[in-house]
């Protein structure tokens, strides 16, 4: 388990992702990088206030600040003005009009000017919520993760205990793979963990005796999944005769992923165990515990209730 850090994402990322424009060919966009999830529209910079101005911000011009700029006598010059800040891009929404003066100025500075047809909420919107995601805190960790009836099981274990083959009958029984042996989890909020699965790995799974199988390809489409939100641990292990295990499961038992606590239920692995519908029942044992029943505590409840009734 490693934990990562902050990442870094490549403007050239972005663009793709949000079918941008580029004004500027030849700002080298390569060598950008965005390391804030937060944007910035330049309202009160432009008008020349600068303290407290975060510089390392994707910066968004809308009409408002088009139609201010276009009303300034210097306006052409406060936009030049502020391309010398040391911003890594602009963009400009609703397809704004761009005066050239003003993409030469962004070439000199190697500011990449950008420019898309989405009205400027909407695409503040989504930018945001996508480098929130790929700017999360994140970490990498050995395992399997599946969607089981849509509560994402991450399936731990040492190498070798038989996750892969677990994940491999859930598929075959309806559920979706998300990554087989690497999950890397980004915390993309103080409630929610994303697990994904690395681009080298996503779709495949390692089966020792068979080898490589792409699960796309022979159980189709439906079969896979990009991202999940990680709602419940399965760790598997040996048996151990010597060992007393939960039976009840009146408490819960957690696992610490990037400051967040993941209920994890520890498996024990005997020969016979139908490991598939063991965590099919813990999916659906999950679901039914956050739309607020409790199986062990209804019995809990009965018995005490039966004991009381006895003593009467």
């Excluded at 029942?281 to 062990?296: E, I, L, T, W």
Aim: with cysteine; glycine share 6%.
């Amino acid at each position: 388990m490693l934990n990562g850090d902050i990442s870094t994402v490549p403007l050239t990322n972005l663009i793709e992702k949000m079918n941008l424009e580029n004004l500027t060919p030849d700002v080298d966009i390569n060598k950008i990088e965005l390391t804030m999830p937060d944007i910035n529209r330049p309202a009160l910079q432009l008008a020349g206030f600068m303290k407290d101005f975060d510089r390392h911000r994707i910066q968004i011009i809308g009409n408002v600040e088009h139609s201010y700029l276009r009303a300034q006598e210097d306006g052409i010059e406060r936009m030049k003005e502020f391309l010398k800040t040391g911003i890594p891009c602009v963009v400009f929404c609703r397809n704004i009009e761009v005066e050239d003066e003003i993409i030469a100025a962004a070439t000199e500075a190697q500011v990449a000017l950008l420019r898309t047809s989405k009205t400027t909420s909407s695409f503040m919107a989504e930018v945001i919520r996508w480098m929130n995601v790929q700017l999360a805190p994140a970490m990498t960790i050995h395992g399997v993760l599946v969607d089981v009836y849509g509560e994402g099981l991450l399936i731990t274990g040492e190498s070798g205990i038989g996750k892969s083959e677990a994940a491999l009958e859930l598929i075959k029984r309806g559920h979706r793979l998300v990554s087989d042996d690497v999950v890397e989890i980004r915390k993309v909020s103080d409630d929610t963990l994303i697990g994904m699965s690395p681009e080298m790995t996503r779709h495949f799974i390692e089966l020792r005796g068979i080898g490589i199988i792409d699960v796309k390809t022979l159980f189709g489409i439906e079969s896979v999944k990009n991202t999940q939100q990680i709602d419940l641990v399965i760790n598997l292990e040996e048996w151990d005769r010597d060992r007393e295990y939960d039976r009840m499961g009146l408490e819960e038992h957690y696992v610490n992923y990037l400051g967040n606590n993941i209920v994890c239920h520890n498996i024990p692995i005997r020969p016979g165990r139908n490991l598939a519908i063991i965590c099919e029942s813990a999916a659906v044992n999950c679901r039914q515990k956050k739309m607020g029943y409790n199986a062990a505590k209804a019995l809990y409840d009965r018995a005490m209730a039966n004991i009381n009734k006895t003593q009467e």
